[in-house]
């Protein structure tokens, strides 16, 4: 039964005592909103859906950043990355907040004021962080009465995917101004469609060249493969002297820096590393192999990731359809 008696002048209390459920305690600045209150939780109790917001109340966003960043956090690929953009919620105006006191025009307003100055891919990625953690501590934390106020709100509108492909002489552009160790990178790059992290953590023991394979460990995904090898690939790879003392393929620091320099060089304009995997892909499928055959060898999680690759035009597919 809830209880409702003044304290102070200007605020009243509410507490509910229910056999199977913890105390129930909160203070309200009208008795209106008491009796509201003790109503709803009542009612609650009665149909058997009540959850405490006990914890939710009393734990701010900053403490659950904390705890996110010491259990969650070192699990994941990008933990890194993932430190920083905590770093920067834990100094909004919203860490002091308590979780059920955060509601989706409150992270709307965080979304619109980093926008003024911040890219929509890293506003977006803050949200993704923002949302998991409001995930987890409903299912893991025991706070399971807590929304997700991210999921209430438009996500930033994100810009499309890069389509960069080399042009017309600018592969051999770029492998007569790169060093002999930097050329074989660019090389193993656009055979093999690799991530720029995916070649320089391969080592030699998982390089097979006589199965034209590289078993690859160490996936953005989490998730191991094996990659297929071109002829070009396994004779660029056989020309590659190794270090006894590094098991590393490519120990080679730098890599974004030094390709870009290169670039300069060539007088090669809006070419990123990670546009060679764009164009190994797009060769891929140019070489008549299916989607899931190309996915097997990107590690391309669905169709649609690999849908922006294909490049089809109507009149090809005219002519296969007879």
Same mark, same amino acid.
């Given at each position: 039964?809830?209880?409702?008696?003044?304290?102070?002048?200007?605020?009243?209390?509410?507490?509910?005592?229910?056999?199977?459920?913890?105390?129930?305690?909160?203070?309200?600045?009208?008795?209106?909103?008491?009796?509201?209150?003790?109503?709803?939780?009542?009612?609650?109790?009665?149909?058997?859906?009540?959850?405490?917001?006990?914890?939710?109340?009393?734990?701010?966003?900053?403490?659950?950043?904390?705890?996110?960043?010491?259990?969650?956090?070192?699990?994941?690929?990008?933990?890194?990355?993932?430190?920083?953009?905590?770093?920067?919620?834990?100094?909004?105006?919203?860490?002091?907040?308590?979780?059920?006191? +955060? =509601?989706?025009?409150?992270?709307?307003?965080? /979304? $619109?004021? %980093? !926008? &003024?100055?911040?890219?929509?891919?890293?506003?977006?990625?803050?949200?993704?962080?923002?949302?998991?953690?409001?995930?987890?501590?409903?299912?893991?934390?025991?706070?399971?009465?807590?929304?997700?106020?991210?999921?209430? +709100? =438009?996500?930033?509108?994100?810009?499309?995917? /890069? $389509?960069? %492909? !080399? &042009?017309?002489?600018?592969?051999?552009?770029?492998?007569?101004?790169?060093?002999?160790?930097?050329?074989?990178?660019?090389?193993?790059?656009?055979?093999?469609?690799?991530?720029?992290?995916?070649?320089?953590?391969?080592?030699?023991?998982?390089?097979?060249?006589?199965?034209?394979?590289?078993?690859?460990?160490?996936?953005?995904?989490?998730?191991?493969?094996?990659?297929?090898?071109?002829?070009?690939?396994?004779?660029?790879?056989?020309?590659?002297?190794?270090?006894?003392?590094?098991?590393?393929?490519?120990?080679?620091?730098?890599?974004?820096?030094?390709?870009?320099?290169?670039?300069?060089?060539?007088?090669?304009?809006?070419?990123?590393?990670?546009?060679?995997?764009?164009?190994?892909?797009?060769?891929?499928?140019?070489?008549?192999?299916?989607?899931?055959?190309?996915?097997?060898?990107?590690?391309?999680?669905?169709?649609?990731?690999?849908?922006?690759?294909?490049?089809?035009?109507?009149?090809?597919?005219?002519?296969?359809?007879?």
């Amino acid at each position: 039964m809830a209880s409702i008696g003044k304290r102070g002048p200007y605020q009243w209390q509410v507490k509910i005592r229910r056999k199977g459920y913890p105390l129930q305690s909160k203070t309200f600045e009208t008795e209106v909103e008491a009796k509201k209150w003790a109503r709803l939780i009542e009612s609650e109790m009665d149909r058997g859906v009540f959850h405490s917001q006990v914890e939710a109340e009393n734990t701010t966003l900053d403490e659950a950043l904390e705890r996110y960043l010491q259990e969650i956090t070192p699990s994941k690929k990008g933990a890194k990355q993932e430190r920083s953009r905590i770093n920067i919620l834990r100094k909004s105006p919203l860490a002091p907040r308590f979780l059920a006191s +955060i =509601r989706g025009t409150d992270i709307a307003k965080y /979304r $619109d004021e %980093r !926008l &003024q100055d911040r890219s929509p891919i890293t506003v977006n990625n803050e949200l993704i962080v923002l949302s998991h953690l409001f995930s987890v501590a409903r299912k893991e934390w025991g706070m399971e009465a807590l929304r997700n106020p991210v999921s209430d +709100i =438009r996500k930033p509108k994100l810009p499309p995917g /890069r $389509d960069r %492909r !080399l &042009q017309p002489g600018e592969e051999k552009k770029l492998l007569d101004k790169a060093s002999p160790q930097l050329r074989s990178l660019i090389v193993l790059a656009i055979e093999t469609a690799m991530r720029q992290g995916e070649l320089l953590f391969i080592h030699w023991n998982d390089v097979n060249l006589k199965q034209r394979t590289i078993f690859l460990r160490d996936s953005k995904n989490w998730d191991s493969r094996y990659v297929p090898l071109s002829s070009i690939a396994v004779n660029t790879l056989k020309r590659i002297p190794r270090d006894i003392s590094n098991p590393h393929v490519f120990p080679i620091r730098g890599v974004s820096k030094k390709f870009s320099n290169i670039c300069e060089a060539a007088a090669i304009e809006n070419l990123r590393f990670h546009d060679l995997r764009h164009e190994a892909t797009s060769r891929l499928f140019e070489k008549g192999l299916n989607p899931m055959e190309v996915a097997s060898i990107t590690g391309h999680k669905t169709l649609q990731m690999l849908k922006r690759y294909t490049h089809l035009k109507a009149e090809d597919l005219a002519r296969k359809l007879g």
